[in-house]
């Protein structure tokens, strides 16, 4: 991209600032014990700080990230910053609205204070005298840095692989600080495979005979082989393989001199050649095992007996968004998944969702689009649901979105909503399973003044509830409620979803093990109309209620009223309300005879656990 | 394991053999232009060739593997072979029938000629003039080593991970010799992610400065940093992410001595630590870059324009085996599905299937009973079913699978079996969906003499379905058929399964795309029976064909016959003939009357695409 086209869609030319910490004399003391005499931290910013000083939004960059985030230094340095596709006016953080702002962090090289800065006491760099850094130092001087600009609440912080352990500890730490988190392909600590490779990554490093135990500095020769041996290894953990077999795949480049031998022609090679020397000429090798080792320690489940515990510190009013992506193998969704859970444990607001991506950790970086639109809507949305809002719509996204979502999820052509909000009670705690855009949520919330959370399948309806102002997990339904502890929602909603699950049975008794009451509406495959077609035509039903030809059909599991009470009898579940809707004069009929099962054409039922 | 239990359970004490092959004046010469001036070959044998001579079955090993497979070499050297799970007595490879060989690959460093072996021209190591090798080379060595043990043909030649490499190229150079080839966590090539990881590996031997360009045999100082580096980088990508999590989690180890800076107390890098120390002390380096590189450079699809036309050479009687295992990335199942897939398209004789482990690549050395079961049925099947042996039961496993099947699945009680052989011509070619434990297709092949693939999701059938000597391939239907080439089957078969698919639709089509004709029979909804019962008692009808309550059904598609009528007009699909089989009188008087629908209480149709 030249600096021209930038200037037209980007934030235009910024410069890299430099701010010396003012610090006691004793120094800034690290968690570890170590104490730094002097503290610089390198940052950049875009956009402009309101009045109120409320629309500060945090950056924390990833293992070799930099402050450089967003537009281009000068015409002749015209290099992007790192995040630039999502960093901008009107693009996912939205410099029109948001001031952002992205240090370099503790430990690194790319201006804020590291291993590679002079030690004012040695007048020589720290090398291998640089005191031990945690996760929790890295908030730390980025906290004390923001008093330093006099920002003392964030709209959000944000952060992606290693930048979202960051974001988690600023919640943790300085919880008054911050109002929205967003943790993108990260987790509460690395897996086991995350750690083998970080661990071989600084073996490569140290056993390079340049490392000389960190003291390099003044040596003609530098670490370089051990370093870029390290960034191939992280290289390869950054892509998917289903990303590398597309980009790669066995192709050969074509061989100019003769290559060393045990050397390969593959395109992979030099791929995984190129991106080691790059790397030595912009990073450190003392930075990459200080910062590795931080991160391989940080561990949020490690001293409380109850992951959740670890976010007892966290506001109540923040509110997470945890995104993870498909092929991630590095911080695999289990990890994002796992975080959410927790917090949902924890009491917090949170949304979870799955970005269905090939390109593995770095998607986060490269596939900005999706992950841009999900960003833009929680940044950008109310922290809880205006009424007015549900009947407007907010641009382009929108729309789309309306033409792709069933009618029947987006809106209450039914009347059902109303037959439900008449049955919570107010303020309750609401768990809508199959939430669709979130309008039986804002319609509670509007009437009832509830505290809900949506659990739903497809992304597009999960951007409509974040841009709400409401909570969502992105979660298959079939996959049972793992995510949700028992007992926490006064009522669990399922509105005509029942028949479109793999495993109904199990639903409904999940239902109500995470839900003191469940509320559940479905077709009434009982009602005379379906009996007389099939019984007369000879052809499985197709109806309004039941609009689907039978090979095409969601709805999988069909069933009678009367199938139900006897499946409830079983479980042991009791029928606390039994309401038949009628949708023809002869339904109404049947009713008032007292014929239910052939007189609904839809039931909705409110059920609970027999004591 | 002590010496004296082995005796009990294993093939007790063995010697490794060296045998050193008659040569041509000239030497060996190998396929990338060097020449070996002599060749020597270390192996094992266990169990007795029979008077007929064949019942050899030879193992190729893996990478770091050796001629060791099975037993134990003395009391005071007890340990067992690398495969002695699986190779013995009455075990997976059974060496109370086979004659099991097994010889060190030739670039090794276990006895077998490779580059740490005295050059008798130079009298010292080859080092760095040891030539480059190819896999070819690697599998004629051990054909002509068979040649010298009088062995001209090969019951089976069987490998997992790069031992399955040298299997698949056993049977395209020497066809004549393989009957049945088993491979196993293999691929026709590796990935771009696997090459990577070999790129790096070999990266940190030829960086460690001991190294010495190779010629570090006659030096105090050995590669032995960047050897295990590499190992620990190798032992990575044997193991699952979820294994390792398992095993290590973020355990941390007792410090006994203060640590060296940048080393952490997570079992997983001591682990990784003992993996790559024990490791130096028996294997060489430069043997580990010559058979990475051979294995790098290894791809059936290089040379050809379709890559079926790989196995052009392969004897169409030679019969393959091809496992794969779920949680394996270094060779993931999709390479050995595309493997099973292009033998399918090369019209050869091929079962396949995917074993479910959390072990990763690995799981075919530490994991052995499933692999077991499924190499010792294919292993003892006959080259075609034995009619009469449909009733007989083989041993304990057939016993707990007849427990195990859903008695519907396993035998005819329908009589449906004998419908369908009636409309099958002599000699045709049959797929039969969902295929259970074979049955219809023995019965087909009995009398009617045809060339059969089952299709079949379950574990247990397909072990029942190899034991027959039958072709299967495991395939979840709602997957489609992709692994089946456009017409390459006169009849697919698929009996009482459309109404258990996802999208029967689909499938239907997808049938008449590999077979000419399909013959389907389902459950009819549109039986009077289901009518009634729904019609009168308002409840989903459960009955002999039906048998599931409405909530536990795996028939999620449930149709008429008037519907199947209507979607086959839709699709342009003609039927044939269409069967009505009654259950009660009553039915038969329905279809008597010609009221087809309402008589039938399952269908079975006969259907082709119009043309």
């Known amino acids: 991209m030249t600096a021209e086209n930038q200037d037209k869609h980007g934030v235009g030319p910024v410069e890299t600032k430099y701010l010396r910490m003012p610090l ?39 293992l070799t990230g930099d402050a450089h985030v967003a537009g281009y230094h000068s015409a002749e340095n015209s290099k992007p910053g790192w995040w630039d596709a999502m960093v901008g006016p009107g693009k996912g953080i939205d410099t029109n609205r948001f001031f952002v702002i992205c240090a370099n962090i503790l430990g690194g090289c790319m201006g804020t204070t590291g291993p590679s800065s002079i030690d004012p006491r040695a007048g020589k760099p720290y090398g291998s005298t640089f005191p031990s850094i945690t996760i929790g130092d890295i908030v730390r001087v980025q906290q004390l840095f923001l008093r330093e600009l006099k920002i003392t609440r964030l709209a959000a912080v944000v952060g992606g ?78 892509l998917s393989s289903e990303n590398m077999e597309r980009k790669f795949g066995r192709e050969k480049k074509e061989i100019q001199a003769p290559l060393p031998r045990f050397a390969t022609s593959f395109q992979v090679e030099s791929y995984l050649d190129y991106q080691g020397t790059k790397f030595v000429n912009r990073f450190d090798a003392n930075s990459y095992l200080h910062i590795t080792e931080a991160m391989d320690v940080f561990d949020l489940t490690e001293k409380v007996r109850e992951p959740s515990e670890a976010f007892r510190s966290v506001d109540p009013k923040t509110r997470f968004l945890v995104v993870a992506l498909s092929s991630d193998w590095l911080f695999p969704p289990e990890q994002s998944l796992e975080l959410a859970n927790v917090l949902i444990r924890a009491g917090k607001r949170i949304s979870y969702c799955l970005l269905r991506s090939p390109y593995g950790h770095d998607a986060f970086l ?66 809508d399973l199959g939430c669709g855009d979130g ?50 929602y006064d009522y669990a909603i399922l509105s ?12 409904l008794n999940e239902m109500l093990r995470v839900a ?10 009982g009602n005379w109309r379906q009996r007389l077609h099939l019984g007369v035509t000879g052809k499985m039903p197709v109806s309004e209620s039941l609009p689907f030809e039978w090979y095409d059909t969601p709805n999988i599991h069909l069933s009678t009223l009367r199938d139900i009470r006897a499946l409830c009898a079983l479980d042991g579940i009791r029928i606390l309300e039994e309401i038949c809707i009628p ?21 909705l039922i409110r059920i609970t656990r027999e004591d």
């Open 496 to 507: 005509q979803t029942l028949q479109e699950v793999r495993k109904p049975r199990q639903l």
């Open 583 to 603: 949708r023809s004069f002869l339904d109404s009929i049947c009713l008032g005879l007292g014929f239910r099962n052939l007189g609904a054409d839809r039931v």
């Open 439 to 488: 309008r039986l949520l804002c319609e509670l919330f509007a009437h009832k003044n509830i505290f809900g959370l949506g659990v739903e399948i497809d992304l597009e309806n999960i951007i409509a509830v974040i841009r709400k102002g409401l909570d969502v997990f992105q979660c298959d339904l079939d996959e049972g409620l793992n995510a949700i502890p028992d007992k926490t």
């Open 24 to 62: 006691p004399p004793e120094g800034f003391k690290l968690e570890n014990g170590g104490v730094l005499p002097e503290l610089q931290v390198a940052y950049e910013t875009y956009g402009s700080l309101a009045p109120e000083a409320d629309n500060a939004v945090y950056i924390c960059h990833a």
């Open 161 to 238: 692989s290693l930048g979202g352990m960051q974001a988690l500890e600023w919640c943790i730490r300085f919880p008054e600080m911050v109002q929205k988190c967003i943790c993108i392909a990260s987790g509460m600590n690395l897996s086991a495979q995350a750690l083998a490779f970080d661990i071989v990554g600084r073996n490569a490093i140290m056993e390079d005979p340049a490392w000389a135990n960190g003291d390099y500095y003044q040596n003609d020769q530098k670490p370089h082989q051990g370093l870029a041996q390290a960034r191939m290894i992280g290289h390869i953990t950054y």
């Open 366 to 431: 490269v596939e900005i689009d999706r992950l841009a639109e999900v960003l833009r809507a929680f940044l950008k949305s109310p922290d809880h649901p205006e009424p007015a809002q549900e009947n407007v719509k907010s641009g382009g996204m929108t729309e789309t979105f309306e033409r792709q979502c069933p009618a029947r999820k987006r809106q209450d052509a039914n009347g059902d909503f109303t037959i439900i909000s008449g049955l919570i009670q107010k303020k309750a705690k609401v768990l």
């Open 516 to 525: 003191k009451e469940g509320i559940v509406s479905f077709p009434n495959f």
